[in-house]
Every structure is written in structure tokens, then in C-alpha cells.
């Protein structure tokens, strides 16, 4: 450090930087405050908007236009104010070019934070790039054609090597090879993005040090020789890097190869020698400085974290000469992840653990794949034909890739769901591998040192790793979490000996809740099993997320065991999805009344559909009438679990629960209420009979039901129970341990 004065200087700066931004936050951070536009308006509020295009994507459905310099003129209020960035979701196929001025006329919408653990916080994605709201607009028209010329240049440049290598390689391999070099991901295959994530290669699909090296270092070396000048061939280089970087964009990735490079090329142009470190620090400041945000951001950690276990890590893996072969290959690789598993878990819930040997395989021919897509794409574009075989050497090894992903998912063990760990333990973790680290670094070489050097590294690492990932391994008692999936069901349960179980999963107004809303939140409590998933009745606000899981379960959670309603209970939709169940090797049981699942002192019983008290027969229905109904009990704990029971069936459930209030009392601590809080369940009647401390509500906002209904809403407050709507809250948790209980938001 002695050595390296700008080095010290940036790890002060860094220092203050993080702690400005973890203690002032809002005072600190200018995107967290609300911008003009949250304060002045509220959503589906009528704008006029004026403003400068700053990029557009064309899709299917219309266009999404960014813009800058936005001047914003509510109808209601008749208010004028200015907003810095917007995006506008318009249906129309006008040509737009950046730096045109247009007028849009539409509606006001925000972006949601994330409503239930796991799950993906758009708020703070956008917050991130300055952007705090979005319009729909219904009118639009260019006010000023003035047009940026160079982005204008530059976009058009991109999209039409992006639509060449679609064409050449095919929609798969050219989505795939489209996002490696142009950083341009919206087209590509969602199945290809998430195979090489959840293999852990993912990170050939953003730009990097190792593109920006390629084109910025292989041009400034080039024209070094050809005009024996290093200024020159810096001025080159940096001049052909300026213009790719302007084509991809500014990522946080891009930023630190890019100031990287700049130091690199100075070193060389100056005389002196590159220091990583130094250059590496001076990129994160100016990176946090720009946006401290990103100290919260994954990709900034990710790539900055790389990049340090390369100085700080692996020259110790390296330096050591007396090492196996087999050791001397891994090594790097294995020390790496040690140093981003935190990072990993925290962001993405999970370890490929084959990764380190697929990236022996994958990151050796990426730099095949940058020359060749780069030099295939430019013969083609030259109307040579050879760029067409040079391209199928890149479609050759991407679908090894593509090969070797799917194959290694079939290995067993091949991921590990290990929760989100929280940020003391990631804290406590890193500072046991900076110990680690002093210890290599300092302690003396000779043999028997060296030997007690081994050992108390392996054993602090040990403990640092137990750390990291005991969450959820010592949790205790027992947990019940509402998902918010909109309008529709999902309720976790995580019993007190570690099975987990799930009641319904299904939306009628939010898309693919299977993957984007269940799945990551299961992951981020360390669920990588669900024991029992019990289907309440065949309706699609139930079940079309359950059908996701199950054809999921390569790359997302296993279920064991699917529980249906008895068999005179189901209908068409119930039978498709008891055959995808076999299908993808889950088992299939049936629920009578009456039924007792049990693990520990926790049991769920099975009140319903059935139980006539007076031994009479009844009408056999499907659907709501004839919702599967569980009563879950945890020592002094109990709950009620209702379906979408309404009339017959919910008469029915209540002459079976007064029945069992005569055999036992039970005080129901919470009642999951029927059928979104529809106006013809949860009876006067049947509260009367069960009487709630607590009442839960699952219901999408602004759902064209209207649900919960108001005079539900009423027959509930005047039992005297208090209401959770995940509406209001979000995702709802209880914990329960022993004879104490307490409800909190399922993000906290």
C-alpha cells in the first residue's frame, strides 16, 4: 500500500462513499428520493409528456421509447413539471430516430417493488438508471426531427448486426452471440439465459474485460506495430473502443473495462507499469461515485469481485509450486467462486457446482468465439460469404455449450439451493477469507508452518462456510407465508423438521407466477424440495403456476408429491394436471375428509370437501363448492385454510366445525379467507362459528372482481379480526415457535 498511494486514496474514498450510502441513504442517494413525477401525480393520472428520445426497442406489440429532458404537464391537476427519464409503452410503428422530440399523451404508471422474498425489485432496477416511472400512452406525435447523429448511426449499426447474425445462425446460437458481443439480450432465447445461468457461465453474456481487452488491446497492439508508435496505437485503440462502447452501452461491466483498459494503455504509452489494483479501485469509485447504487447491485459486486479474487486470491492459489496437477487447474477457478459464493447466494439463491469445469471448457474458447463472431460478422457484412463458415464455427460451440449445460444438469447434485444468506453472515464471511488470506500472505514457509498454515485455513474456511449458509439449516419452528401472485392462491409452509409444503399457486392476472413469483421466493428460503403440494380445486387462479414448478424441476424446485381432492372431486382440469405430475415423476395422492398429514407436532387434517354431520348425502360438485379445506395445527396454533368454498360447501364446512368445537375448543388464530374475499363466502354465520384473531386476504389490486368486497370486508371487522390483504402487504409471513407466534411482512 506503501507503493501505491492512488490505491490508498480510493480505498478511503470507497470507505466514505459506503458509508455515506448506508447511513444517509435518501440524503445521500438522489434516486431514492421520490422524483417530481411520484410526487405531483398519481397512477393512471393523464400526461402530456414532452422529451427527447434517447433509445427505443421496436417490439411485436408497439414500441418502448426512452426519454430525457422530460417536460410533464398533468391533465388533472394542471400542473408543469420536469422529469429527467421516462419510458413510454405506445402501440405504434412510427419510425423514430434518437434525439427526435415527441409529445405523448397517456397515463401514469410506477414500478412495483418486489412483493414477496426472492423476487425481482423492478423499483430499484429502474431506480438504478434513473428512472422513476413509466407512461402508456394512447397519442404521440415529433415535435422536433432534430436527430443525434452518431447514437442514431451507432443503433442502426448495432441492430443490423444483430438482425445478420439472427439470420445467419439462426434465432437460438445468433440471440446467443447477439448478446456476448452487442450486450444486446432483449431477443434472446429465455431458455438459453437461464441454462447458462443455472450452470454458472452466465457471465459470457455480459460485456467485459475480456471483450473490451480483445477489440481495445488487439487494435492498440496492431497499430502499435504498423506505426511503431505507442501513442498512436493508444489513440487507435482507444478511439475504436470509444465507438464500440457508445454501441453497447455503459454497463457497470463496461465501465470498469473500460477505465481498465485507459490504464493498461497508459502504462504502456508512459513508460510505467500496469497495476491492477490501482486500476481496479479507481473504477470503483468512479463507478459508486457516479451511482452509489450500485453498491447494492449484483453485477457491480459480481464483476468487481471477480476481478479482486484475481489480484488478492489466486496469485496465492498460483504461487504455490509443490501442488497437484489436478489442484493447479481448480484451484483458480475454486478460489474465485470462494470469493463470489456470497454474492451468488445473495442474488441468486444458488451454486452451480459443476461450474468451475464447465468454465475450464467455456471461458478458453470464448476468445475463439470473440474473433470469430467479430470477423465472421465483418466478411459478411463486406458481402463475403466466407463470414458465413466463420460464423458456424461460433454456432459449433455455442451448442456444445448448449450440450454440456443440459448434460450436467442430469448429474446429480448438479445445483445447490442454498437460501439467501443474510448480510451479517455474508459480512462475517468475508472477513474470516480476509483472515485467511493474511495467513497465507504473512506466515513463514518453512514445512511444519506450512502445514499449520493448511490447517488453520481450511479450518476457518469451514466455519466461514457454515456460516454462510446455516440460515436457513437452523431455522426453527414453523413458518407460513402468503405469496402475493395477484389474483389468485399460493400459501408456503415451512414445517418444524424442514419439509415444506404448498397450498395452490396460480394467477388469473399476473404471467408465468410459476417462475418469476413462487419459484424465486422457494429458492430464496433454501427450498430446493417441496414435500406435498396440496390442489385445492381445478381453477387456473389456483394451479397454473403448480404446472410451471412441475415442468420446471431441471432448473427449478422438485415436488415430491401432488395431493388432490377424492377423486369424485375432479374435473377435467384436475385430470391434466394428475397426468403432468406422472409425467415429470411426481406422485399423485388423494385427500379425503378426514385425512391427517403429519411431520412433528405439526398436522393438517382435511375438512373438506365432504363431512356431512347428519350422514345425509349431498350433491357431488367440482370447483369452488368443492375447494379442498385444511386445518393446519402447530401446538397451541391453528389455521384455517378455505379454498374458494362459498355456499353449500362453506354450510357444509361449518356444520364440521361445529361438530369439532364441541369436541374440542379451538381458538382459530387465522383464517385464510374464501375465495379472495368474494361478498358470497365468509358468511356471518360461518364467522360466528370460527371467530379469528387474524384474517388473510389473497387478491390481486385492482382486479376486475372487486375483490375483497367491502361487505366482506365489514363481516370480518365486526368478528373482530384484524385483516392482512396481500393488496396492502405484499407477501404475509407467521412465525410460530412453541407458544409464541407473530405476523410480519414476507420480505422482512
Given at each position: 500500500?506503501?507503493n501505491?498511494?492512488?490505491?490508498?486514496?480510493?480505498?478511503?474514498?470507497?470507505?466514505?462513499?459506503?458509508?455515506?450510502?448506508?447511513v444517509?441513504?435518501?440524503?445521500?442517494?438522489?434516486?431514492?428520493?421520490?422524483?417530481?413525477?411520484?410526487?405531483?401525480?398519481?397512477?393512471?393520472?393523464?400526461?402530456?409528456?414532452?422529451?427527447?428520445i434517447?433509445?427505443?426497442?421496436?417490439?411485436?406489440n408497439?414500441?418502448?421509447?426512452?426519454?430525457?429532458?422530460?417536460?410533464?404537464?398533468?391533465?388533472s391537476?394542471?400542473?408543469?413539471?420536469?422529469?429527467?427519464?421516462?419510458?413510454?409503452?405506445?402501440n405504434?410503428?412510427?419510425?423514430?430516430?434518437?434525439?427526435?422530440r415527441?409529445?405523448?399523451?397517456?397515463?401514469?404508471?410506477?414500478?412495483?417493488?418486489?412483493?414477496?422474498?426472492?423476487?425481482?425489485?423492478?423499483?430499484?432496477?429502474?431506480?438504478?438508471?434513473?428512472?422513476?416511472g413509466?407512461?402508456?400512452?394512447?397519442?404521440?406525435?415529433?415535435?422536433?426531427k432534430?436527430v443525434?447523429?452518431?447514437?442514431?448511426?451507432?443503433a442502426?449499426?448495432r441492430?443490423?448486426?444483430?438482425?445478420?447474425?439472427?439470420?445467419?445462425?439462426?434465432?437460438?446460437?445468433?440471440?446467443?452471440?447477439?448478446?456476448?458481443?452487442?450486450?444486446?439480450?432483449?431477443?434472446?432465447?429465455?431458455?438459453?439465459?437461464?441454462?447458462?445461468?443455472?450452470?454458472?457461465?452466465?457471465?459470457?453474456?455480459?460485456?467485459?474485460?475480456?471483450?473490451?481487452?480483445?477489440?481495445?488491446?488487439?487494435?492498440?497492439?496492431?497499430?502499435?506495430?504498423?506505426?511503431g508508435?505507442y501513442?498512436?496505437?493508444?489513440?487507435?485503440?482507444?478511439?475504436?473502443?470509444?465507438?464500440?462502447?457508445?454501441?453497447?452501452?455503459?454497463?457497470?461491466?463496461?465501465?470498469?473495462?473500460?477505465?481498465?483498459?485507459?490504464?493498461?494503455?497508459?502504462?504502456?504509452?508512459?513508460?510505467?507499469?500496469y497495476?491492477?489494483?490501482?486500476?481496479?479501485?479507481?473504477?470503483?469509485?468512479?463507478a459508486?461515485?457516479?451511482?452509489?447504487?450500485?453498491?447494492?447491485?449484483g453485477?457491480?459486486?459480481?464483476?468487481?469481485?471477480?476481478?479482486?479474487?484475481?489480484?488478492?486470491?489466486?496469485?496465492?492459489?498460483?504461487?504455490?509450486?509443490?501442488?497437484?496437477?489436478?489442484?493447479?487447474?481448480?484451484?483458480?477457478?475454486?478460489?474465485?467462486?470462494?470469493?463470489?459464493?456470497?454474492?451468488?447466494?445473495?442474488?441468486?439463491?444458488?451454486?452451480?457446482?459443476?461450474?468451475?469445469?464447465?468454465?475450464?471448457?467455456?471461458?478458453?474458447?470464448?476468445?475463439?468465439?470473440?474473433?470469430?463472431?467479430?470477423?465472421?460478422?465483418?466478411?459478411?457484412?463486406?458481402?463475403?460469404?466466407?463470414g458465413?463458415?466463420?460464423?458456424?464455427?461460433?454456432s459449433?460451440?455455442?451448442?456444445?455449450?448448449?450440450?454440456?449445460?443440459?448434460?450436467?444438469?442430469?448429474?446429480?447434485?448438479?445445483?445447490?439451493?442454498?437460501?439467501?444468506?443474510?448480510?451479517?453472515?455474508?459480512?462475517?464471511?468475508?472477513?474470516m477469507?480476509?483472515?485467511?488470506?493474511?495467513?497465507?500472505?504473512?506466515?513463514?514457509?518453512?514445512?511444519?508452518k506450512?502445514?499449520?498454515?493448511?490447517?488453520?485455513?481450511?479450518?476457518?474456511?469451514?466455519?466461514?462456510?457454515?456460516?454462510?449458509?446455516?440460515g436457513?439449516?437452523?431455522r426453527?419452528?414453523?413458518?407460513?407465508?402468503?405469496?402475493?401472485?395477484?389474483?389468485?392462491?399460493?400459501?408456503?409452509?415451512?414445517?418444524?423438521?424442514?419439509?415444506?409444503?404448498?397450498?395452490?399457486?396460480?394467477?388469473?392476472?399476473?404471467?408465468?407466477?410459476?417462475?418469476?413469483?413462487?419459484?424465486?421466493?422457494?429458492?430464496?428460503?433454501?427450498?430446493?424440495?417441496?414435500?406435498?403440494?396440496?390442489?385445492?380445486?381445478?381453477?387456473m387462479?389456483?394451479?397454473?403456476?403448480?404446472?410451471?414448478?412441475?415442468?420446471?424441476?431441471?432448473?427449478?424446485v422438485?415436488?415430491?408429491?401432488?395431493?388432490?381432492?377424492?377423486?369424485?372431486?375432479?374435473?377435467?382440469?384436475?385430470?391434466?394436471?394428475?397426468t403432468?405430475?406422472?409425467?415429470?415423476?411426481?406422485?399423485?395422492?388423494?385427500?379425503?375428509?378426514?385425512?391427517?398429514?403429519?411431520?412433528?407436532?405439526?398436522?393438517?387434517?382435511?375438512?373438506?370437501?365432504?363431512?356431512?354431520?347428519?350422514?345425509?348425502?349431498?350433491?357431488?360438485?367440482?370447483?369452488?363448492?368443492?375447494?379442498?379445506?385444511?386445518?393446519?395445527?402447530?401446538?397451541e396454533?391453528?389455521?384455517?385454510?378455505?379454498?374458494?368454498?362459498?355456499?353449500?360447501?362453506?354450510?357444509?364446512?361449518?356444520?364440521?366445525?361445529?361438530?369439532?368445537?364441541?369436541?374440542?375448543?379451538?381458538?382459530?388464530?387465522?383464517?385464510?379467507?374464501?375465495h379472495?374475499?368474494?361478498?358470497?363466502?365468509?358468511?356471518?354465520?360461518?364467522?360466528?362459528?370460527?371467530?379469528?384473531?387474524?384474517?388473510?386476504?389473497?387478491?390481486?389490486?385492482?382486479?376486475?372482481?372487486?375483490?375483497?368486497?367491502?361487505?366482506?370486508?365489514?363481516?370480518?371487522?365486526?368478528?373482530?379480526?384484524?385483516?392482512?390483504?396481500?393488496?396492502?402487504?405484499?407477501?404475509?409471513?407467521?412465525?410460530?415457535?412453541?407458544?409464541?407466534?407473530?405476523?410480519?411482512?414476507?420480505?422482512?
Amino acid at each position: 500500500m506503501r507503493n501505491r498511494p492512488l490505491l490508498s486514496v480510493c480505498l478511503i474514498i470507497l470507505c466514505v462513499l459506503a458509508s455515506c450510502t448506508l447511513v444517509g441513504k435518501e440524503r445521500f442517494i438522489k434516486e431514492l428520493r421520490p422524483s417530481p413525477l411520484e410526487i405531483c401525480t398519481t397512477e393512471d393520472e393523464s400526461v402530456i409528456v414532452c422529451g427527447v428520445i434517447y433509445r427505443q426497442e421496436q417490439k411485436e406489440n408497439g414500441q418502448i421509447i426512452y426519454l430525457k429532458h422530460n417536460s410533464v404537464y398533468s391533465i388533472s391537476n394542471k400542473q408543469k413539471f420536469q422529469e429527467s427519464k421516462l419510458i413510454v409503452y405506445i402501440n405504434s410503428k412510427e419510425k423514430l430516430h434518437i434525439g427526435n422530440r415527441i409529445k405523448v399523451r397517456g397515463t401514469v404508471s410506477f414500478y412495483e417493488n418486489a412483493r414477496n422474498p426472492g423476487n425481482f425489485d423492478q423499483k430499484f432496477y429502474y431506480q438504478k438508471q434513473g428512472i422513476h416511472g413509466k407512461i402508456y400512452g394512447s397519442q404521440m406525435q415529433i415535435t422536433d426531427k432534430s436527430v443525434d447523429v452518431f447514437r442514431e448511426k451507432l443503433a442502426v449499426f448495432r441492430a443490423g448486426w444483430k438482425e445478420l447474425l439472427v439470420r445467419e445462425m439462426g434465432e437460438r446460437e445468433g440471440g446467443v452471440l447477439a448478446a456476448i458481443l452487442l450486450g444486446e439480450k432483449s431477443d434472446m432465447d429465455p431458455e438459453m439465459k437461464e441454462l447458462y445461468q443455472v450452470n454458472g457461465i452466465g457471465h459470457i453474456l455480459a460485456i467485459s474485460g475480456l471483450h473490451l481487452s480483445f477489440a481495445g488491446l488487439g487494435a492498440y497492439r496492431l497499430f502499435r506495430r504498423l506505426t511503431g508508435s505507442y501513442k498512436a496505437g493508444g489513440l487507435a485503440g482507444g478511439m475504436l473502443l470509444f465507438l464500440y462502447v457508445s454501441m453497447i452501452g455503459m454497463t457497470v461491466s463496461v465501465l470498469r473495462a473500460w477505465v481498465m483498459f485507459l490504464f493498461r494503455v497508459g502504462a504502456d504509452v508512459t513508460g510505467r507499469k500496469y497495476d491492477m489494483p490501482t486500476a481496479l479501485s479507481v473504477a470503483a469509485v468512479i463507478a459508486v461515485g457516479s451511482n452509489p447504487l450500485y453498491l447494492y447491485d449484483g453485477g457491480f459486486l459480481l464483476s468487481f469481485g471477480a476481478l479482486l479474487a484475481i489480484c488478492t486470491v489466486i496469485p496465492l492459489v498460483k504461487e504455490e509450486s509443490q501442488q497437484p496437477v489436478m489442484v493447479r487447474i481448480l484451484g483458480p477457478g475454486i478460489a474465485m467462486n470462494c470469493v463470489l459464493w456470497p454474492v451468488i447466494l445473495y442474488f441468486f439463491f444458488e451454486v452451480p457446482l459443476y461450474s468451475v469445469m464447465l468454465n475450464l471448457l467455456v471461458i478458453p474458447l470464448m476468445p475463439v468465439i470473440l474473433s470469430c463472431g467479430m470477423a465472421g460478422s465483418l466478411v459478411r457484412m463486406a458481402g463475403g460469404t466466407y463470414g458465413t463458415w466463420i460464423l458456424m464455427v461460433c454456432s459449433r460451440i455455442l451448442k456444445l455449450y448448449d450440450g454440456c449445460c443440459v448434460l450436467l444438469l442430469k448429474f446429480p447434485v448438479a445445483r445447490w439451493i442454498a437460501g439467501r444468506p443474510e448480510k451479517w453472515r455474508c459480512i462475517v464471511y468475508y472477513l474470516m477469507l480476509s483472515g485467511i488470506i493474511l495467513i497465507w500472505k504473512y506466515m513463514d514457509r518453512q514445512p511444519v508452518k506450512i502445514r499449520k498454515k493448511y490447517m488453520a485455513s481450511l479450518a476457518l474456511y469451514i466455519t466461514a462456510w457454515l456460516i454462510l449458509i446455516s440460515g436457513p439449516l437452523l431455522r426453527r419452528g414453523m413458518e407460513v407465508t402468503m405469496l402475493d401472485i395477484g389474483q389468485g392462491d399460493c400459501i408456503c409452509v415451512q414445517g418444524p423438521k424442514h419439509q415444506n409444503y404448498l397450498i395452490d399457486g396460480g394467477s388469473s392476472d399476473v404471467k408465468e407466477i410459476g417462475k418469476y413469483r413462487i419459484e424465486p421466493f422457494l429458492k430464496s428460503r433454501g427450498i430446493a424440495q417441496l414435500d406435498y403440494v396440496f390442489l385445492s380445486h381445478g381453477d387456473m387462479d389456483h394451479m397454473n403456476g403448480i404446472e410451471e414448478l412441475l415442468m420446471r424441476q431441471d432448473v427449478g424446485v422438485r415436488i415430491r408429491n401432488l395431493v388432490v381432492p377424492g377423486k369424485q372431486y375432479w374435473d377435467e382440469r384436475i385430470l391434466k394436471i394428475i397426468t403432468m405430475a406422472k409425467m415429470y415423476g411426481t406422485d399423485v395422492k388423494e385427500m379425503e375428509y378426514g385425512t391427517e398429514l403429519k411431520e412433528g407436532e405439526m398436522k393438517f387434517t382435511c375438512l373438506g370437501p365432504g363431512g356431512n354431520t347428519d350422514n345425509k348425502s349431498h350433491n357431488v360438485t367440482t370447483g369452488n363448492e368443492s375447494s379442498m379445506i385444511l386445518h393446519l395445527e402447530y401446538g397451541e396454533f391453528d389455521m384455517l385454510f378455505t379454498g374458494d368454498v362459498e355456499k353449500e360447501g362453506e354450510e357444509r364446512l361449518t356444520e364440521v366445525l361445529d361438530v369439532i368445537q364441541e369436541e374440542k375448543k379451538i381458538t382459530w388464530e387465522i383464517l385464510k379467507t374464501a375465495h379472495h374475499g368474494s361478498k358470497n363466502s365468509t358468511t356471518e354465520t360461518f364467522l360466528q362459528t370460527v371467530y379469528p384473531q387474524y384474517a388473510w386476504i389473497s387478491a390481486g389490486r385492482k382486479n376486475r372482481y372487486g375483490h375483497p368486497h367491502d361487505l366482506t370486508l365489514k363481516r370480518l371487522e365486526k368478528s373482530g379480526a384484524k385483516i392482512y390483504s396481500t393488496q396492502d402487504n405484499g407477501a404475509v409471513a407467521v412465525t410460530v415457535r412453541k407458544k409464541t407466534m407473530w405476523i410480519h411482512g414476507g420480505n422482512s
